[in-house]
């Protein structure tokens, strides 16, 4: 009952109109045999005039039934769609939708576009939080540096959740001189949120490393070297570091002048 109940429920137009045409059949038959409705005149046309218009709304009722079942699924597979591209915690979107959100930004620059710029950002010493506080304020603090980081960037740009307390921004249209003031933006602003109010002296600090992207690199390249400028910012907390540019770099990893 429990599986087909589902359908049943789908197709509710359909068996409104089927079982009023079925009472219906039901009451002239038995009036004809209670000698209720003469078998001539005026009244078997009209009779059956309004069963043949009930027969006729029967596949009208199906064919609603179905479109709004049709619609039904297309707003479910779309919700679907945006789950398995949203990270589940903090509502930005994730590595998976990253990656290929950045191999479309690549194509377009490769196609000769503005380029684009990405932000690494990574929360400081975020063990410490769940171990004074608990997972759950440390869950918090990451959906409100989510909320921070939405909030920093314009439309055009994107925030993804990568794992653990690593997000990455992309910037559209920036370079990395563009993006140090939007970076040292959401650096400030994570440094002033009262992330405690219970303990308002306590604060949760960001690191941040930015990488310009260059023609041709490859998204991992890219991100390695976002990744190497946060590196070197972590080793000093709370601050922003910019990767130099591929081109500026030797084989033997050197700065050329």
Same mark, same amino acid.
Request: hydrophobic share 45%; net charge neutral.
């Given at each position: 009952?429990?599986?087909?109940?589902?359908?049943?429920?789908?197709?509710?137009?359909?068996?409104?109109?089927?079982?009023?045409?079925?009472?219906?059949?039901?009451?002239?038959?038995?009036?004809?045999?209670?000698?209720?409705?003469?078998?001539?005149?005026? !009244?078997?046309?009209?009779?059956?005039?309004?069963?043949?218009?009930?027969?006729?709304?029967?596949?009208?009722?199906?064919?609603?039934? !179905?479109?709004?079942?049709? +619609?039904?699924?297309?707003?479910?597979?779309?919700?679907?769609?945006?789950?398995?591209?949203?990270?589940?915690? $903090?509502?930005?979107?994730?590595?998976?939708?990253?990656?290929?959100?950045?191999?479309?930004?690549?194509?377009?620059?490769?196609?000769?576009?503005? $380029?684009?710029?990405?932000?690494?950002?990574?929360?400081?010493? !975020?063990?410490?939080?769940?171990?004074?506080?608990?997972?759950?304020?440390?869950?918090?603090?990451?959906?409100?540096?989510?909320?921070?980081?939405?909030?920093?960037?314009?439309?055009?740009? !994107?925030?993804?959740?990568?794992?653990?307390?690593?997000?990455?921004?992309?910037?559209?249209?920036?370079?990395?001189?563009?993006?140090?003031?939007?970076?040292? +933006?959401?650096?400030?602003?994570?440094?002033?949120?009262?992330?405690?109010?219970?303990?308002?002296?306590?604060?949760?600090?960001?690191?941040?490393?930015?990488?310009?992207?260059?023609?041709?690199?490859?998204?991992?390249?890219?991100?390695?070297?976002?990744?190497?400028?946060?590196?070197?910012?972590?080793?000093? +907390?709370?601050? $922003?570091?910019?990767?130099?540019?591929?081109?500026?770099?030797?084989?033997?990893?050197?700065?050329?002048?």
């Amino acid at each position: 009952m429990n599986l087909v109940l589902p359908y049943l429920v789908n197709l509710r137009s359909t068996l409104i109109v089927a079982t009023g045409l079925l009472l219906y059949t039901l009451i002239c038959w038995l009036a004809l045999n209670q000698g209720l409705l003469l078998a001539d005149g005026l !009244f078997i046309p009209v009779i059956f005039g309004i069963w043949a218009v009930g027969l006729m709304l029967v596949p009208l009722a199906l064919l609603a039934d !179905f479109s709004r079942r049709y +619609r039904n699924l297309k707003v479910t597979l779309k919700r679907l769609q945006q789950l398995a591209l949203r990270d589940d915690l $903090t509502g930005v979107n994730n590595r998976r939708h990253l990656i290929d959100y950045l191999q479309r930004q690549k194509a377009a620059v490769d196609r000769g576009g503005p $380029t684009f710029s990405i932000c690494y950002a990574d929360l400081d010493h !975020f063990k410490q939080t769940n171990d004074l506080y608990g997972h759950v304020a440390g869950d918090q603090v990451l959906q409100a540096f989510a909320e921070l980081a939405a909030a920093t960037v314009r439309d055009v740009d !994107f925030v993804a959740r990568i794992g653990g307390e690593e997000f990455v921004l992309v910037l559209a249209g920036a370079s990395a001189r563009d993006a140090y003031p939007v970076a040292e +933006r959401l650096r400030h602003g994570m440094l002033n949120m009262v992330v405690r109010p219970g303990d308002p002296a306590y604060r949760v600090t960001v690191s941040l490393g930015i990488a310009q992207y260059c023609n041709e690199e490859d998204v991992d390249e890219l991100l390695h070297r976002a990744d190497v400028a946060l590196y070197q910012a972590k080793k000093y +907390r709370n601050c $922003t570091e910019i990767a130099p540019s591929v081109r500026m770099v030797g084989s033997t990893g050197k700065l050329h002048a």
